[in-house]
């Protein structure tokens, strides 16, 4: 079983994004996103709920990113994604200027 994660995620533009995991099991996970340069942008702790954990990002610079997750007590993740955050989009959108 897993203990520690460091997965390459490719390029990103600057914008919003959800990252969406699903794991073996509940568990307690200290999640980065790191850039190539090694900027933090994501620094967080979660605790899933029904093996699940969905939270937000923030991109600020273009580049190639990585993701580190650290949990608690081994676990695997069975699915990982990172799509762009559309509901966030689309509110900015709507915003009056």
Request: with cysteine; hydrophobic share 35%.
């Amino acid at each position: 079983m897993e203990r520690n994660y460091f997965i390459p995620v490719g390029h990103f533009a600057p914008g919003r994004y959800c990252i969406e995991m699903e794991l073996e099991r509940d568990a307690k996970v200290i999640t980065h996103l790191i850039s190539g340069e090694f900027e933090m942008a994501l620094e967080d702790c979660f605790l899933s709920t029904d093996r699940r954990v969905n939270f937000p990002v923030r991109i600020e610079e273009p580049g190639d990113y990585y993701f580190r997750m650290y949990p608690k007590t081994p676990v695997r993740i069975l699915r990982f994604s990172i799509l762009p955050n559309e509901s966030k989009v689309q509110q900015d959108l709507k915003t009056p200027m």
